[in-house]
C-alpha cells in the first residue's frame, strides 16, 4: 500500500515567518500535486510536480519534488494569514488512484 | 465557467437510513471522483467513474456505492447508514486522469448522522 505521510501536522506561526512543509514516502510516484483546503470547502489544486527534482514557484509558495520522487516539500516565505488552511499532497499511485496525504493544519496570526 | 457543484450542502440523517448525493463536474470534465474526508482518516478514495464506467474502486464496504450519467453527472449513495459514516464528502472532476491534470474539487456535502 502506498502511503504519503506530511510533517507537521500542525503549524501555528506569525505574520512574515518562514515555513517548511514535508511530503514523504518510501513509494515512488510519477507526479505529486499540494492541495490547500479553506474551511467549509474543497481543496484546491495548487501545484503538479512530475521530474525528479523539480522545482516549482508560485508567488511566495516554492515545492519541489524529491530527486528519487519520493517525497516533496513546500516553503512558504513571510506567511501571510491568507495562506491559512490545510495543505494536502497527493500522489499519483501506481493503480491510477490520487492518494491524500494527511494533511498540514497551517494557522498564521496576524 | 462553473465549477464543480455538489448538492446538498448539507445533510442530517437517522442510522440505517440511506441518503444519495448529487456532483455535477465541470463542463467537459469525464472523469467524476468521489473521497470521504474525516479529521481522524484524511481523503479516503471512494470511486471514480470515467464516461459512465466505474473505472477505480476504494477499499468501502458494499453499502457505498456510486454510478455517473451519460452527461456525467454523478451521484453516491450510501445505505444503511451508520454513525461512522458521518464526513464531508467531496465530488472531484477531472478532464482526463488526475495524475496528470489534478482535481478541481466541489465543496462538499457534510453528512451527520445521529
Known amino acids: 500500500t502506498q502511503l504519503l505521510e506530511q510533517s507537521p501536522q500542525f503549524l501555528s506561526i506569525q505574520e512574515g515567518e518562514n515555513l517548511t512543509v514535508y511530503c514523504n514516502s518510501s513509494s515512488v510516484f510519477s507526479s505529486l500535486q499540494w492541495y490547500r483546503q479553506e474551511p467549509g470547502e474543497g481543496p484546491v489544486l495548487l501545484v503538479t510536480?512530475?521530474?525528479?527534482?523539480e522545482v516549482k514557484k508560485l508567488k511566495r509558495l516554492t515545492f519541489q519534488f524529491g530527486d528519487a520522487r519520493k517525497d516533496s516539500s513546500l516553503h512558504i516565505t513571510a506567511a501571510q494569514p491568507g495562506d491559512t488552511g490545510l495543505y494536502l499532497c497527493a500522489g499519483a499511485g501506481n493503480t491510477g488512484k490520487l492518494i491524500f496525504g494527511q494533511g498540514t493544519t497551517l494557522q498564521v496570526k496576524p | 465557467k462553473a465549477g464543480v457543484t455538489q448538492t446538498p450542502r448539507y445533510l442530517i440523517k437517522t442510522r440505517g437510513q440511506q441518503v444519495t448525493l448529487s456532483c455535477s463536474p465541470i463542463s467537459g470534465h469525464r472523469s467524476v471522483s468521489w473521497y470521504q474526508q474525516t479529521p481522524g482518516q484524511g481523503l479516503q478514495f471512494l470511486f471514480e467513474?470515467?464516461?459512465?464506467?466505474?473505472?477505480n474502486k476504494g477499499n468501502f464496504p458494499g453499502r457505498f456505492s456510486g454510478r455517473q450519467f451519460s452527461n456525467s453527472r454523478s451521484e453516491m449513495n450510501v445505505s444503511t447508514l451508520e454513525l461512522g459514516d458521518s464526513a464531508l464528502y467531496l465530488c472531484?472532476?477531472?478532464?482526463?486522469?488526475?495524475?496528470?491534470?489534478?482535481?478541481?474539487f466541489g465543496s462538499g456535502t457534510r453528512l451527520t448522522v445521529v
Open positions: 472531484a472532476s477531472s478532464l482526463g486522469t488526475a495524475a496528470n491534470y489534478g482535481y478541481t
Open positions: 510536480v512530475v521530474t525528479g527534482g
Open positions: 467513474y470515467f464516461s459512465e464506467t466505474q473505472r
